[in-house]
């Protein structure tokens, strides 16, 4: 089956428009982050290397087929094998959104976190839109062993966080990835604000419960 003109329209120009919500907001800055949909046909369009997420032009998106070779559109960015590591081990996952947003960032530099899951369930919505987040160790952007890495947390989580880097997040829709990102964002920064301070998050119990709704 391939996508219609239509699905492929809509969804360029939604990538676009969340892009520059994200970038307006602070979520991103410079060139940083990308963004990409898997369509009905297995294609992706993903955010271009090099582009900022609030300027972004529904005509120049990377384009690249089912089987992940690039197609047409702007060069794409370095970190195109992060969707598809998702995607890969995610057969019902239709979008990726990877950031550099800054708390999440900054939680992913501290040094006694557990790399199991480095957020505790501070809030119902962060159990429910993000659930368990691993940390992936530091590897250099591009790096291979990166993908591998990300592709061993992937099939039983939706979003990880890169070491020293960034979250990366999949959704069933790319509305469903950034609501989950932008929860995940929220988070580290109340984790942030609270260091140093007691606090009571939901017990295991009340976070399994959740997770299974």
């Known amino acids: 089956m391939t996508a219609t003109l239509s699905e492929a329209t809509k969804a360029r120009d939604r990538i676009c428009a969340v892009g520059k919500s994200i970038f307006d907001r602070g979520l991103t800055f410079g060139s940083t982050g990308n963004i990409s949909v898997r369509l009905s046909d297995g294609s992706m369009l993903m955010t271009p290397t090099n582009a900022s997420l609030g300027a972004l032009d529904p005509a120049r998106l990377s384009r690249f087929d089912a089987d992940g070779t690039f197609l047409d559109g702007d060069k794409p960015t370095k970190e195109s094998f992060l969707h598809m590591c998702m995607y890969c081990q995610r057969p019902h996952s239709n979008a990726v959104v990877h950031l550099h947003s800054t708390h999440s960032v900054a939680v992913s530099v501290l040094a006694e976190v557990d790399p199991a899951d480095v957020l505790p369930p501070l809030t119902a919505y962060y159990v429910m839109r993000v659930g368990r987040l691993p940390l992936i160790p530091y590897f250099a952007p591009g790096d291979e062993k990166l993908a591998r890495a990300v592709e061993e947390q992937a099939g039983d989580n939706h979003a990880v966080l890169l070491a ?50």
């Open 164 to 213: 020293n880097h960034g979250p990366v997040v999949a959704g069933g829709s790319l509305e469903e990835a950034q609501y989950a990102t932008e929860e995940l964002e929220e988070t580290a920064k109340l984790f942030l604000m609270l260091q140093g301070h007691k606090t009571r998050p939901l017990t295991d119990d009340q976070a399994d419960a959740l997770r299974k709704r």
